[in-house]
T-cell receptor, first 114, second 116 residues
Framework: DARVTQTPRHKVTEMGQEVTMRCQPI?????VFWYRQTMMQGLELLAY????????DSGMPKDRFSAEMPDATLATLKIQPSEPRDSAVYFC????????????FGQGTRLTVV | AQSVTQLGSHVSVSEGALVLLRCNYS??????LFWYVQYPNQGLQLLLK??????LVKGINGFEAEFKKSETSFHLTKPSAHMSDAAEYFC??????????????FGKGTKLSVKP
């Protein structure tokens, strides 16, 4: 059963620490999305990759956030240094090469920065 | 750029009543439209999608949605609500155009409550 896998599922860290979230997209999917979900802002797009290249990362605070795809099976989202306002659930989603298809979501990483 | 507006952040219905969740989109080119559902502490799951062809699309759990180009709408309905439908619902749009081709933009979500 193909699924998007995100690790860790939960992360509690202290302010100022580096946080790395990982995502394994579904095999064969060439698009990857990173979203952040909070009560106040809802579901915000942070970054969008196609064929491992970033197409849109305008929603990502560049000073502390970075997103990469070292290879087709791994996407990472890093926050350095982390701040309490980064506390949220971070979702990764992957999609097939055609635009008229849906994105499949992982279970999310719940990040708490204290 | 495309965008999605969901009218009503909270909707409450009685069990057995009609469910209507509203979604309007903005796009300069024909959009692909999606409805997702999110249960507590879970990721988003696809309910249904419109790409081309028939404008009335049926999804899982008895939900359906109708694409109305003239109204730029894609409202989600279900004839009879069930307690298990209580969740948050998100409308989303993708377009096959431009530098961010295929970007997936979501509305703010509508939380559905179902009263016994």
């Amino acid at each position: 059963d193909a699924r998007v896998t995100q690790t860790p599922r939960h992360k509690v860290t202290e302010m100022g620490q580096e946080v790395t979230m990982r995502c394994q997209p579904i095999l064969g999917h060439n698009t990857v999305f990173w979203y952040r979900q909070t009560m106040m802002q809802g579901l915000e797009l942070l970054a969008y990759f196609r064929n491992r290249a970033p197409l849109d990362d305008s929603g990502m605070p560049k000073d502390r956030f970075s997103a990469e795809m070292p290879d087709a099976t791994l996407a990472t989202l890093k926050i350095q240094p982390s701040e309490p306002r980064d506390s949220a659930v971070y979702f990764c989603a992957s999609g097939a090469p055609t635009v008229n298809t849906e994105a499949f979501f992982g279970q999310g990483t719940r990040l708490t920065v204290v | 750029a495309q965008s999605v507006t969901q009218l009503g952040s909270h909707v409450s219905v009685s069990e057995g009543a009609l469910v209507l969740l509203r979604c309007n989109y903005s796009s300069s080119v024909p959009p692909y439209l999606f409805w997702y559902v999110q249960y507590p502490n879970q990721g988003l799951q696809l309910l249904l999608k419109y790409t081309t062809g028939a404008t009335l699309v049926k999804g899982i759990n008895g939900f359906e949605a109708e694409f109305k180009k003239s109204e730029t709408s894609f409202h989600l309905t279900k004839p009879s609500a069930h307690m298990s439908d209580a969740a948050e619902y998100f409308c989303a749009v993708r377009v096959n155009y431009g530098g961010s081709q295929g970007n997936l933009i979501f509305g703010k979500g509508t939380k559905l409550s179902v009263k016994p």
